[in-house]
């Protein structure tokens, strides 16, 4: 490590300072025409991807977030106005790399210990399009797209070298996801480096990479920030330069942007110091929206895991040494998806984007757009006139298409509430409200951005034609192969062979032969008991259904019976509970499994549409539906395995012995 980069590394631990110079309006581009040295025939690309971070949560979007850095390049940049992504983390990632709307790729997060998901090994990823153009490229921070098996790693996937985490989150400062450490270096666990807040080791890493460039070959840096991921670890003096009297977890929020901003800060100082700056090419952007209990989307409906705007259109600009002088200070208003950065870039460099690998293998083409000439100001509109964010997986039945000015959304929304300037301010549940779209949701983004008012009575053949168009895409959907099942040979191969750390743990898949279509994915899975698999936890909806003069709003027992449409889950993602799928499609509301009343042994289990806190989770650990509110108290039959259609679930102390066992299985 060089002087420059140690004292830059020994500033972000104490946190003396920020290497801010601007805050605000744009100051100018001291640097935009200045003489290059060696430099290469293509501009070295940057991407900044937050985690996590809200539409209003930088100080070009709002009052509160301190971001001069940040502010100093998205005001000397182009913002981009309708950048899309994902609603969550690893589909959004699985995107990027992959130049493909998450339903041709993932739309899955993987834990540590599930197999596959991620991107498919027989797509090409963005670096290597790049690599043929003789870029070096770096992967920094958090990857996400892939990690049960070696060939799924950053450096097996076109990068030269890779430092960061496999999975979605982690601890901050010892880097440990439950019982073992998620931190990876290049082919091997990256030991004796945890222990240091992951955003000093990750911007550490970005100017080790920059300062040892040669500045004749082209970079790539891939830097993905942990921040603003939960959970929310901040070193104090970065919350200390907010108003001790803010929300607690916004204020945590807000002093996790200020280490991304100081982070962006170093990193675009040593891009500067090398010589490298007036040839960088910068993108910035979140992975999605922010989450609603620490951090704001204002003004957009919805947070992160809803297709609500707030969700889904996120924080986004470009900047650095090679844009344009003309192009700084500008608002670019045409639609983008992250996707399309695929075969932007390399346009940029040369390279034709067609994915031969995955052709050969009869997987999904690229969808990615060459987006180039509305970066660079060559025409005003956008050549993406259709977006689909969303379709129907094993965790969600909802659809979210964007088609010319309307926005079609179908199945039950949640997190449909609307945002304030300054929020969260409190652990409220308010923000919890959703909203049912059947057959649809509509709504004229040019009219209405933010969502405010369903128009779909007054377009009956725009609902009639999104509704088709949805049906297309359900039937087109692939999802990379894996399990949403917990693998235990993860956790012994992170014990034994890694000594703590997670990793691969599957050996790597060979290239596939080419294969037919995949069939579109199935919604919901059965939760088939052990000792019969022939029956599942099934819901009678005929008993208490609507039951009068109930508050609950009762659906049914739960019981042990064939296995049909009312034996189908889902999982709540927002509330990590279980509801019934036959129920939300009948009655288009959700039906939550919890317990009858409170937490009483011997009570029983059903489906009611008040969630109420006591909604019941699969517990792969020990194959068991526990309450975790009742103390963990888990379901398991009532009366002797005898009596096979009339068993109810009740609640008892959790027995994780074969007969009271379950196990979920994907339809």
């Keep these: 490590m060089t002087v420059f980069s140690s004292v830059l590394l020994l500033l972000a631990v104490v946190v003396i300072t920020t290497p801010a110079t601007t805050s605000g309006r744009r100051s100018g581009r001291s640097n935009a025409n200045a003489t290059k040295a060696n430099p290469s ?136 996801r439950g019982e073992f450490v998620d931190l990876w270096l290049d082919n091997k666990p990256a030991y004796e480096r945890n222990g240091t807040y992951g955003i000093f080791t990750y911007q550490a890493r970005a100017i080790n990479i920059i300062e040892s460039h040669d500045p004749s070959q082209p970079l790539f840096l891939y830097l993905a920030f942990q921040n603003v991921h939960s959970p929310l670890e901040v070193p104090p003096p970065y919350t200390n330069r907010y108003n001790e009297s803010i929300y607690h977890p916004r204020r945590q929020c807000l002093g996790m942007v200020a280490a991304v ?18 040839n960088t090419l910068i993108i910035f952007s979140s992975d999605n929206g922010g989450p609603k209990d620490h951090a704001n ?24 040494g090679y844009l344009p002088s003309a192009m700084a200070g500008r608002v670019i208003v045409g639609r983008m998806h992250i996707a399309d950065w695929y075969a932007t870039l390399a346009h940029v460099v040369g390279e034709d984007p067609t994915d031969h690998k995955a052709e050969a293998a009869n997987l999904p083409p690229i969808d990615s757009i060459n987006m180039w000439p509305m970066l660079m100001g060559e025409n005003s509109t956008s050549p993406r006139d259709t977006i689909i964010l969303a379709t129907p997986n094993i965790n969600d039945n909802t659809t979210g298409i964007i088609s010319g000015p309307f926005k079609f959304l179908r199945g039950i929304q949640d997190l449909s509430f609307v945002p304030g300037i300054h929020m969260p301010n409190s652990s409220d549940t308010w923000m919890n409200q959703s909203i049912s779209c059947f057959p649809g949701c509509l709504f004229n983004l040019e009219m209405d951005p933010y969502e405010l008012h369903d128009v779909a009575s007054e377009y009956p053949l725009v609902i009639d034609s999104l509704y088709a168009l949805a049906n297309e895409a359900i039937a087109d959907s692939y999802q990379t192969p894996g399990s949403m099942l917990e693998d235990p040979a993860a956790s012994a191969t992170a014990e034994n062979d890694y000594h703590g750390f997670w990793g691969p743990w599957l050996p790597d898949n060979p290239p596939s032969p080419p294969q037919p279509p995949s069939p579109p ?18 819901v009678n909806k005929g008993v208490d259904y609507e039951k009068p003069g109930s ?55 059903v489906t009611m549409k008040n969630y109420n806190g006591k909604g019941a989770s699969f517990q792969p650990s020990n194959g068991t539906l526990a309450v975790s509110q009742c103390g963990g108290m888990c379901a398991i039959p009532s009366t002797k395995w005898g009596n096979l259609f009339n068993v109810t679930l009740v609640l008892n102390s959790c027995d994780a012995s074969s007969a009271n066992q379950f196990y979920l299985d994907n339809p």
């Design 41 to 176: 025939k293509f501009p070295h690309i940057v991407y900044f991807l937050v985690d996590d971070l809200g539409y209003a949560n930088t100080g070009f979007t709002n009052d509160e977030p301190l971001t001069p850095n940040i502010n100093t390049l998205a005001n000397e940049g182009a913002i981009l106005e309708s950048f899309y992504t994902f609603r969550f983390c690893s589909p959004t990632r699985s995107s990027f790399l992959s130049g493909r709307l998450p339903y041709h790729v993932n739309q899955e997060n993987h834990p540590p210990n599930y197999p596959g998901g991620g991107v498919d090994v027989n797509m090409t990823l963005l670096p290597e399009i790049l690599k043929r153009a003789n870029y070096s490229s770096h992967q920094v921070g958090k990857w996400h797209a892939g990690m049960s098996s070696t060939n799924m790693l950053p450096v097996n996937r076109g990068f030269d070298s890779s430092l960061g985490y496999l999975s979605g989150a982690e601890d901050h400062y010892n880097q440990k």
């Design 297 to 320: 989307n204002y003004p957009f409906r919805g947070a992160k895991a809803s297709l609500f705007e707030g969700g889904v259109r996120v924080v986004a600009f470009i900047s650095g």
């Design 521 to 538: 994915p199935s919604f919901g899975f059965y939760i088939r008991y052990k000792g019969d698999p022939s029956l599942c936890v099934t």
């Design 551 to 605: 508050s609950w709003d009762v659906s049914g027992e739960v019981q042990l019976g064939s296995c049909d449409a009312y034996s189908k889950w889902a999982l709540d993602l927002e509330q990590d509970t279980l509801y019934n799928v036959g129920i939300a499609e009948t009655d288009w509301e959700r039906a939550y499994l919890r317990q009858n009343v409170d937490c009483t042994i011997q009570t029983r289990m």
């Design 261 to 278: 901003d100081d982070a962006i800060g170093y990193v675009t100082l040593a891009l500067k110091a090398t010589n490298l700056y007036d």
